[in-house]
């Protein structure tokens, strides 16, 4: 059935408004980082990455599903159409798209970066997953390695000829990093040794690549236990020798492949370091801090979970929406004669609500990580400090939001897409059903949505004394003040009732028991999420107002006007919970299951 919409991945009016309407990423230009580009370079990188996408990444997404890695006992097998896509990302320059123009890159703001990437991943994240690695790796080198190690792995990592991987967790640990036992001891040339295993290690190994860069998180021996004792390790597949030519095989096997749900074309991993004399690895920066190096690559990777969500459901959607187009069935309530035509399915009402709730999850999902990819360029570029702490403090306290919202939402957009296409949605012989599983992994990557609850209401929200929470709150009162006039003004003064009542919910969990607190740690995250999003969509209510395309215009205002009538409603609803501080979590006994 051919498709009616110019692409499945994107509604491309939808991204350039975000990004010019709402966003003014173009007003960048007049910073001196981004002084060589224009609309013109940025829409450039996007026809680009989508042009690639659609070419390299999207028509193998189905036979990387079908075929996964696979290990013959020496070396692992990947379907060799992912190894030419990442060839044309790298060659196209998309691994650096962000980089100074001394490392090869772009030099494109984070947001338009961010933007192209997200196009790669709705054509296919499991391929995608590799360079998403592999970027966050590299910058985590760039901030916190040593210069040699900069100048040794970052070259090779941009031009896509290395590709990194972060190790984290190992079996007996699971999220609680506390509890790993990697350890290294110094090997007196300046390098250590390191043993341990690591588990559930994305892009570990493969056949994709020259060499593979694990950063590995272990213990220096004798270092203090807890997270205080957790240092930052750089251990490549192969050694380097100083010409940069790559030496002898490191200590590094793989233990076995992992077969997850979805992203099946992603190699998952298990490695043992050390299975002989240890692991061949350099110190990142200093001993002990290992844990607070990684969270450069964590919160780089948990934006990117988010927005790998959000694509997955805004693929998931259009794919839905160009079906219940073009499939007829059925008649109008009202049509009383067989004979007559049957109608296409989206002018049944309820196919229609399961597309607007798709819209405005994964349009406000979007929305939403592509402000946080803006104030990544403010923290970087702005000309004032203020301004550069204010949008620092922000992205902190929306950092798990943008991992955690669109994990659980869009994931529902992509449930809704399969029910929109009734029993063919759950068949191979339609996409949908592979949308769905790729994202259902996004609510555990990168850290639970469950934990994501407890860093925002056990951390984020108190930090500095609550500065990053005030701020958030002066952000939105604003945007709600500027929608006080106009179509949008019963919006605004639902979500100003909603955000007040946000602010009574964080007073009476702060006072109260933070065993109580905690326990409902997931609901409090909820409401916030969805009162963060209703501002997403409240800015693009305020935004819309002079676009020029009528039936976009329209269509926009009625996504936000469902989130506003159908969803926001909803998550007021565990504000009554969250009030009376209920203990029923808390409570309830092991032994009662």
């Given amino acids: 059935m051919p498709s009616l919409l110019p692409s499945l991945l994107i509604d491309r009016r939808d991204l350039d408004f975000q990004l010019y309407d709402v966003l003014r990423v173009q007003d960048l230009t007049a910073r001196d980082r981004f002084a060589e580009h224009s609309r013109e370079t940025f829409d450039a990188s996007i026809d680009t990455a989508l042009r690639l996408a659609e070419r390299y990444f999207a028509p193998h997404n189905r036979k990387s599903d079908l075929e996964e890695p696979r290990f013959d006992g020496s070396r692992v097998h990947v379907t060799p159409e992912v190894r030419e896509a990442l060839d044309a990302f790298s060659k196209a320059g998309m691994m650096a798209a962000g980089q100074d123009f001394e490392l090869g890159g772009m030099q494109l703001p984070h947001t338009v970066a961010l933007a192209g990437f997200g196009l790669f991943k709705a054509a296919n994240m499991a391929t995608a997953s590799y360079p998403m690695l592999t970027m966050a790796a590299a910058n985590l080198i760039l901030a916190h390695g040593s210069e040699e190690q900069k100048a040794r792995y970052v070259p090779n990592m941009l031009a896509g000829r290395w590709i990194g991987t972060m190790a984290l967790t190992e079996p007996h640990a699971g999220s609680s990093l506390a509890d790993i036992r990697t350890t290294a001891e110094p090997a007196g040339d300046g390098t250590w040794r390191l043993t341990g295993n690591k588990i559930f290690i994305s892009g570990g190994d493969h056949d994709l690549s020259e060499n593979i860069v694990h950063m590995v998180l272990g213990r220096v021996r004798g270092a203090p236990a807890g997270i205080r004792g957790i240092s930052l390790f750089l251990v490549p597949k192969f050694l380097v020798e100083p010409d940069g030519s790559l030496g002898r095989r490191n200590d590094v096997a793989l233990a076995g492949l992992i077969h997850k749900m979805g992203w099946r074309g992603t190699t998952s991993t298990m490695l043992n370091f050390g299975e002989g004399e240890g692991a061949v690895a350099w110190l990142v920066g200093e001993p002990s801090q290992g844990l607070s190096y990684m969270f450069h690559m964590m919160n780089e990777a948990r934006i990117a979970v988010g927005l790998g969500a959000v694509m997955l459901g805004y693929t998931g959607y259009l794919h839905a929406l160009d079906y219940a187009r073009s499939r007829p069935q059925g008649r109008p309530a009202g049509a009383k004669d067989p004979s007559t035509p049957q109608r296409p399915i989206i002018e049944h009402a309820d196919v229609r609500r399961m597309l607007l709730a798709q819209k405005a999850y994964v349009e406000g999902g979007l929305a939403l990580c592509l402000y946080a990819a803006r104030l990544v360029d403010e923290r ?132 109260g028991p933070s065993d109580r607190a905690l326990a409902n740690a997931s609901l409090y995250l909820d409401l916030v999420g969805h009162a963060v999003v209703a501002w997403m969509w409240l800015r693009q209510a305020v935004a819309v107002r002079e676009h020029p395309d009528a039936a976009f215009r329209s269509g926009k205002l009625q996504a936000c006007r469902y989130f506003f009538h159908y969803e926001l409603p909803r998550a007021r609803a565990h504000a009554e919970v969250l009030l009376s501080l209920d203990p029923t979590l808390l409570d309830m006994r092991p032994d009662w299951f």
Avoid at 408 to 424: F, P, S, T
Wanted: negative net charge; proline residues 3%; glycine residues 10%.
């Fill in 380 to 511: 970087r570029t702005a000309a004032d400090e203020g301004a550069r702490r204010e949008a620092g403090l922000l992205l902190d306290i929306l950092t798990p939001l943008v991992k955690a919202w669109p994990a659980q939402y869009c994931l529902e957009a992509n449930d809704l897409a399969i029910q929109v296409h009734g029993g063919y949605g759950y068949t191979r012989e339609y996409p949908v059903e592979q949308f769905y599983r790729d994202n259902r992994l996004n609510p555990i990557h990168e850290g639970t949505n469950g934990i994501q609850a407890l860093d925002l209401l056990g951390r984020k929200v108190t930090m500095e004394g609550g500065a990053a929470f005030r701020l958030l709150a002066r952000e939105i009162r604003a945007a709600i003040d500027r929608a006080a006039s106009g179509e949008a003004a019963g919006h605004a003064a639902d979500l100003a009732r909603t955000w007040d009542l946000i602010e009574r919910v964080t007073s009476t969990l702060a006072a």
